[in-house]
């Protein structure tokens, strides 16, 4: 019966996600989810998920992430430090 229990309350956490909770900026939805699979399987999976519409099969970063493109990143080709180029002395 505990066992039951357990399962059932483990699966309406993943049911019933408190999407309000993540309080996101429309353009920041797609690297937010892009850094959390998971996060992104229970909106797709969440009818009530607000943020369905607004997911994308395209793959973006941050510009942190280690092989993340310039054009991939948050702001796009900003004059940002590339975090991959280590060759050159900024400070």
């Known amino acids: ?3 039951i229990l357990v399962f059932l309350t483990h699966v309406t ?3 019933c996600y408190d999407w309000s909770s993540l309080n996101l900026v429309e353009s ?3 690297y937010v989810f892009a ?3 998971e996060l992104t399987s229970q909106c797709k999976a969440d009818e009530a998920c607000p ?4 997911l994308s099969n395209e793959t973006v970063c941050w510009g942190f ?3 993340c493109d310039a054009e991939k990143r948050f702001g796009g080709k900003s004059p940002t430090v590339d975090c991959d180029d ?3 002395d900024r400070y």
């Open 1 to 3: 019966m505990l066992r």
């Open 13 to 15: 956490h993943i049911l």
């Open 28 to 30: 920041h939805v797609p």
């Open 35 to 37: 850094n959390n699979l």
């Open 51 to 54: 943020y369905r519409d607004i």
């Open 65 to 67: 992430e280690k092989n």
């Open 86 to 88: 280590v060759s050159k």
